[in-house]
Protein backbone atom coordinates (compact mmCIF):
# COMPACT_ATOMS: atom_id res chain seq x y z
CA UNK A 1 0.00 0.00 0.00
CA UNK A 2 0.66 3.51 -0.14
CA UNK A 3 2.99 5.14 1.82
CA UNK A 4 3.62 8.52 3.94
CA UNK A 5 4.24 11.14 1.39
CA UNK A 6 5.05 14.90 1.88
CA UNK A 7 5.35 17.90 -0.62
CA UNK A 8 7.01 19.75 -1.60
CA UNK A 9 10.74 17.12 -1.68
CA UNK A 10 12.47 20.00 -2.21
CA UNK A 11 11.74 23.81 -1.48
CA UNK A 12 13.60 26.84 -1.68
CA UNK A 13 12.27 30.34 -0.48
CA UNK A 14 13.92 33.01 0.63
CA UNK A 15 14.46 34.62 4.23
CA UNK A 16 10.89 36.27 5.69
CA UNK A 17 8.77 34.71 3.12
CA UNK A 18 6.15 31.96 4.58
CA UNK A 19 5.80 28.17 3.35
CA UNK A 20 3.39 25.37 3.80
CA UNK A 21 4.70 21.48 3.90
CA UNK A 22 2.40 19.39 3.34
CA UNK A 23 1.84 15.43 4.75
CA UNK A 24 -0.35 12.81 3.79
CA UNK A 25 -0.55 10.29 6.05
CA UNK A 26 -1.09 6.19 5.70
CA UNK A 27 -4.43 5.67 5.34
CA UNK A 28 -6.00 4.77 8.53
CA UNK A 29 -3.42 5.61 10.66
CA UNK A 30 -4.84 7.95 13.75
CA UNK A 31 -1.93 9.92 14.65
CA UNK A 32 0.41 12.12 13.04
CA UNK A 33 3.62 13.33 13.81
CA UNK A 34 6.31 16.46 12.40
CA UNK A 35 9.88 16.31 13.07
CA UNK A 36 12.90 18.62 12.47
CA UNK A 37 16.03 17.05 11.24
CA UNK A 38 19.01 18.99 11.15
CA UNK A 39 22.61 18.31 10.58
CA UNK A 40 23.90 16.71 13.77
CA UNK A 41 20.80 17.19 15.48
CA UNK A 42 18.68 14.52 15.27
CA UNK A 43 14.82 14.46 14.96
CA UNK A 44 13.51 17.35 16.76
CA UNK A 45 9.71 16.37 17.53
CA UNK A 46 7.47 19.54 16.29
CA UNK A 47 3.95 18.46 17.08
CA UNK A 48 1.61 15.36 17.31
CA UNK A 49 -1.49 14.85 16.21
CA UNK A 50 -4.21 11.80 17.52
CA UNK A 51 -7.60 11.83 15.97
CA UNK A 52 -10.04 14.59 17.39
CA UNK A 53 -7.86 15.55 20.79
CA UNK A 54 -6.08 18.85 21.05
CA UNK A 55 -2.69 18.19 19.10
CA UNK A 56 0.39 18.53 21.42
CA UNK A 57 2.36 21.44 20.20
CA UNK A 58 4.97 21.21 23.09
CA UNK A 59 7.91 21.48 20.17
CA UNK A 60 7.37 24.02 18.04
CA UNK A 61 10.22 26.15 18.40
CA UNK A 62 8.52 29.30 18.37
CA UNK A 63 5.23 30.94 17.39
CA UNK A 64 6.23 30.84 13.35
CA UNK A 65 5.73 27.96 13.10
CA UNK A 66 1.70 25.89 13.16
CA UNK A 67 0.35 23.18 12.32
CA UNK A 68 -3.04 21.41 11.35
CA UNK A 69 -4.70 18.52 10.65
CA UNK A 70 -7.55 18.33 8.25
CA UNK A 71 -10.33 15.83 8.69
CA UNK A 72 -7.95 13.36 10.83
CA UNK A 73 -6.04 12.90 7.62
CA UNK A 74 -3.91 15.47 5.54
CA UNK A 75 -1.64 17.82 7.42
CA UNK A 76 -0.02 20.89 6.51
CA UNK A 77 2.79 22.43 8.50
CA UNK A 78 3.06 26.59 8.09
CA UNK A 79 6.56 28.39 8.20
CA UNK A 80 6.05 31.92 8.83
CA UNK A 81 8.72 34.76 8.20
CA UNK A 82 11.20 32.36 7.66
CA UNK A 83 14.85 32.61 9.08
CA UNK A 84 18.04 30.84 7.46
CA UNK A 85 17.71 28.82 10.88
CA UNK A 86 14.89 27.24 9.70
CA UNK A 87 16.91 25.21 7.25
CA UNK A 88 16.27 21.33 8.12
CA UNK A 89 14.58 18.11 6.75
CA UNK A 90 11.21 18.50 7.60
CA UNK A 91 9.80 15.00 8.57
CA UNK A 92 6.46 13.70 8.72
CA UNK A 93 5.45 10.45 10.19
CA UNK A 94 2.08 8.39 11.34
CA UNK A 95 1.54 5.42 13.36
CA UNK A 96 -1.70 3.16 14.75
CA UNK A 97 -0.72 4.01 18.22
CA UNK A 98 -1.99 0.73 19.49
CA UNK A 99 0.07 -2.36 20.45
CA UNK A 100 3.37 -2.34 22.52
CA UNK A 101 5.02 0.32 20.60
CA UNK A 102 3.51 3.32 18.63
CA UNK A 103 5.66 2.33 15.20
CA UNK A 104 5.93 5.35 13.20
CA UNK A 105 5.96 5.29 9.35
CA UNK A 106 8.24 7.95 8.06
CA UNK A 107 7.62 9.99 4.97
CA UNK A 108 11.04 10.77 2.50
CA UNK A 109 10.60 14.96 4.08
CA UNK A 110 10.82 18.14 2.67
CA UNK A 111 14.01 19.61 2.48
CA UNK A 112 13.82 23.48 3.02
CA UNK A 113 16.62 26.07 2.61
CA UNK A 114 16.33 29.45 3.31
CA UNK A 115 18.08 31.89 1.68
CA UNK B 1 23.76 17.20 27.83
CA UNK B 2 20.91 15.68 26.04
CA UNK B 3 18.79 13.05 27.03
CA UNK B 4 19.70 10.66 24.53
CA UNK B 5 23.66 10.51 23.12
CA UNK B 6 24.77 8.94 20.24
CA UNK B 7 28.23 9.13 18.31
CA UNK B 8 27.66 10.57 14.82
CA UNK B 9 30.57 8.70 12.77
CA UNK B 10 30.90 8.53 10.02
CA UNK B 11 32.03 4.40 10.82
CA UNK B 12 33.47 2.95 7.91
CA UNK B 13 33.81 -1.10 7.83
CA UNK B 14 35.23 -3.54 5.08
CA UNK B 15 32.33 -5.97 4.27
CA UNK B 16 31.97 -8.62 6.45
CA UNK B 17 32.70 -6.96 9.34
CA UNK B 18 30.54 -7.30 12.60
CA UNK B 19 29.37 -3.53 13.33
CA UNK B 20 28.31 -2.34 16.77
CA UNK B 21 26.23 1.09 17.53
CA UNK B 22 25.85 2.54 20.73
CA UNK B 23 23.58 4.92 22.19
CA UNK B 24 23.72 6.36 26.26
CA UNK B 25 20.60 7.65 27.69
CA UNK B 26 20.00 9.49 30.95
CA UNK B 27 16.39 9.27 31.76
CA UNK B 28 15.64 6.16 33.77
CA UNK B 29 11.69 6.12 32.45
CA UNK B 30 12.82 4.85 29.31
CA UNK B 31 11.30 1.43 28.32
CA UNK B 32 10.79 0.87 24.52
CA UNK B 33 14.58 1.14 22.69
CA UNK B 34 14.16 1.22 19.06
CA UNK B 35 16.65 1.79 16.31
CA UNK B 36 15.88 2.85 12.99
CA UNK B 37 17.87 3.32 9.59
CA UNK B 38 17.73 6.06 6.96
CA UNK B 39 19.13 5.68 3.71
CA UNK B 40 20.29 9.21 1.74
CA UNK B 41 17.59 11.06 0.84
CA UNK B 42 14.76 8.95 2.57
CA UNK B 43 12.86 8.79 6.00
CA UNK B 44 13.77 6.76 8.82
CA UNK B 45 12.58 3.11 8.70
CA UNK B 46 12.11 0.49 12.23
CA UNK B 47 14.81 -1.79 12.05
CA UNK B 48 14.09 -3.42 15.34
CA UNK B 49 12.47 -2.55 18.95
CA UNK B 50 13.05 -4.04 22.79
CA UNK B 51 11.21 -3.82 26.27
CA UNK B 52 13.23 -3.38 28.99
CA UNK B 53 16.64 -5.17 29.53
CA UNK B 54 18.05 -7.45 27.42
CA UNK B 55 18.78 -8.72 24.03
CA UNK B 56 16.94 -9.08 20.91
CA UNK B 57 17.44 -10.89 17.56
CA UNK B 58 16.43 -10.50 14.11
CA UNK B 59 18.60 -12.31 11.34
CA UNK B 60 22.31 -10.13 11.14
CA UNK B 61 20.65 -7.66 13.36
CA UNK B 62 21.26 -8.21 17.37
CA UNK B 63 19.80 -5.67 20.24
CA UNK B 64 20.71 -5.07 23.38
CA UNK B 65 20.05 -3.16 26.44
CA UNK B 66 21.30 -2.31 29.42
CA UNK B 67 19.64 -0.23 31.78
CA UNK B 68 22.00 -0.66 34.37
CA UNK B 69 24.23 1.69 32.82
CA UNK B 70 21.53 3.60 30.39
CA UNK B 71 23.50 1.55 27.30
CA UNK B 72 21.96 0.55 24.10
CA UNK B 73 23.72 -1.56 21.32
CA UNK B 74 22.66 -2.39 17.78
CA UNK B 75 25.18 -5.35 16.25
CA UNK B 76 25.40 -5.96 12.19
CA UNK B 77 27.02 -9.31 11.29
CA UNK B 78 28.29 -10.09 7.93
CA UNK B 79 27.91 -6.28 7.32
CA UNK B 80 27.17 -5.94 3.58
CA UNK B 81 27.25 -2.13 1.56
CA UNK B 82 23.44 -2.25 1.47
CA UNK B 83 23.92 -1.57 5.04
CA UNK B 84 25.38 1.36 4.57
CA UNK B 85 22.72 4.21 5.85
CA UNK B 86 22.52 6.00 8.52
CA UNK B 87 21.05 4.29 12.04
CA UNK B 88 19.15 6.03 14.64
CA UNK B 89 18.64 4.94 17.82
CA UNK B 90 14.93 5.93 19.75
CA UNK B 91 13.32 5.37 23.58
CA UNK B 92 10.24 6.31 25.03
CA UNK B 93 8.94 5.69 28.17
CA UNK B 94 5.91 3.34 28.69
CA UNK B 95 2.41 4.19 27.35
CA UNK B 96 3.73 7.40 25.69
CA UNK B 97 3.67 8.77 22.15
CA UNK B 98 7.09 10.76 22.08
CA UNK B 99 10.02 9.20 21.40
CA UNK B 100 13.34 10.77 22.14
CA UNK B 101 15.62 9.84 19.23
CA UNK B 102 19.67 10.16 18.87
CA UNK B 103 21.88 12.57 16.40
CA UNK B 104 22.56 8.82 14.39
CA UNK B 105 25.51 6.92 13.74
CA UNK B 106 26.15 7.37 9.81
CA UNK B 107 27.67 4.07 8.97
CA UNK B 108 29.74 2.87 5.52
CA UNK B 109 30.18 -0.58 4.21
CA UNK B 110 33.11 -0.73 1.71
CA UNK B 111 32.92 -3.32 -0.80
Known amino acids: GAGVSQSPSNKVTEKGKDVELRCDPISGHTALYWYRQSLGQGLEFLIY????????KSGLPSDRFSAERTGGSVSTLTIQRTQQEDSAVYLCASSFNRGVIYEQYFGPGTRLTVT | QKEVEQDPGPLSVPEGAIVSLNCTYSNSAFQYFMWYRQYSRKGPELLMY????GNKEDGRFTAQVDKSSKYISLFIRDSQPSDSATYLCAMSASGTYKYIFGTGTRLKVLA
Open chain 2, 50 to 53: TYSS
Open chain 1, 49 to 56: FQGNSAPD
